[in-house]
């Protein structure tokens, strides 16, 4: 089984280093002329699909946005996956899903398992009730070659009350960082975390060995060329920032879209 590393970095260095994102906003639908109904989510994640799936590295449909329209969206969001997927895109699928193990193991089935209709490439967890209850989708991501990608510096400014409070002598985000690098000691990458590139985010993410989604390009007010500083401790081809409406804002003519990933994404290998 190749590791969700190896799957990775194969994906990475033809495609480059940006991230997707697949967010159906009502103002995007609006401003894309699409209706505000599962016919314009639709219509709305066909075009992605076109524009995006044979273009990135990575592509993150934010769940919540396919969730607010019922079975329907749920429809439309394994038609994203699928359709992204076979276009030769990993999926990461940002479900930021987090429970008890018992239940995190249904997550895991959901977004991980081999059978289901949602199966992704990765998906994103939160580790607000401890890293250990990740376990049962740490190990259905180890054993199927997947990744999930851990909450560990988010890009709102609310998260410092949380991921900055001292955990015996480091923030709680660091130690979520070293729980994620003690997974990848095995080389498998398994593990990813999420740290914002909207500021300065204090963890030494030097002995990670796995990837970075950096969420805030775009519409959160990052750019490429703060990316250097901002992660100047960390092994940049590692980092995967991330942008979902800087890009889908050029929609919704399929050759717009994918000229606008195509400059954001230049933008960020000329600036790394
Ligand atoms: O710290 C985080 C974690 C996740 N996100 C998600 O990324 C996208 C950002 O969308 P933009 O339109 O590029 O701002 C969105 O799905 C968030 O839920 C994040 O922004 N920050």
């Not at 997947?146 to 985000?173: C, I, K, M």
Request: hydrophobic residues 45%; contains cysteine.
């Amino acid at each position: 089984m190749t590791g969700f590393g190896d799957r990775y970095r194969a994906s990475v260095d033809a495609r480059g280093r940006l991230c997707a994102g697949i967010d159906p906003h009502t103002e995007l639908l609006e401003a894309w002329g699409l209706s505000v109904d599962a016919d314009g989510l639709g219509r709305f994640a066909d075009i992605c699909i076109e524009a995006l799936g044979p273009a990135a590295a990575v592509i993150k449909p934010q769940v919540a946005f396919f969730e607010a329209f019922g079975s329907a969206g749920f429809a439309v969001l394994e038609r994203v996956i699928t359709g992204c997927r076979e276009a030769g895109a990993l999926v990461l699928a940002d479900a930021k899903r987090g429970d008890i193990g018992s239940t995190m193991a249904a997550y895991a089935q959901s977004w991980l398992g081999e059978s289901s209709p949602l199966v992704s490439d990765a998906v994103t967890v939160s580790p607000y009730l401890g890293f250990g209850s990740l376990a049962p989708a740490v190990d259905a991501a180890r054993a199927g070659g997947r990744g999930v990608f851990v909450l560990a510096r988010t890009s709102n400014p609310e998260g410092a009350q949380v991921q900055l409070a001292d955990a015996d002598g480091r923030t709680v985000g660091q130690r979520i960082v070293d729980d994620a690098a003690a997974v990848n000691a095995d080389g498998s990458a398994t593990v990813g975390v999420v740290v914002g590139a909207t500021r300065a985010h204090g963890l030494d993410l030097s002995a990670l060995r796995g990837p970075i989604l950096s969420p805030g390009l775009g519409a959160q007010g990052a750019t490429a060329a703060d990316l250097p500083e901002v992660f100047a401790d960390a092994d940049s081809s590692w980092l995967l920032p991330a942008s979902s409406r800087g890009v889908l804002r050029a929609g919704p003519d399929v050759a717009a879209v994918r000229a606008a990933f195509e400059q954001a994404r230049d933008e960020i290998e000329s600036a790394l």
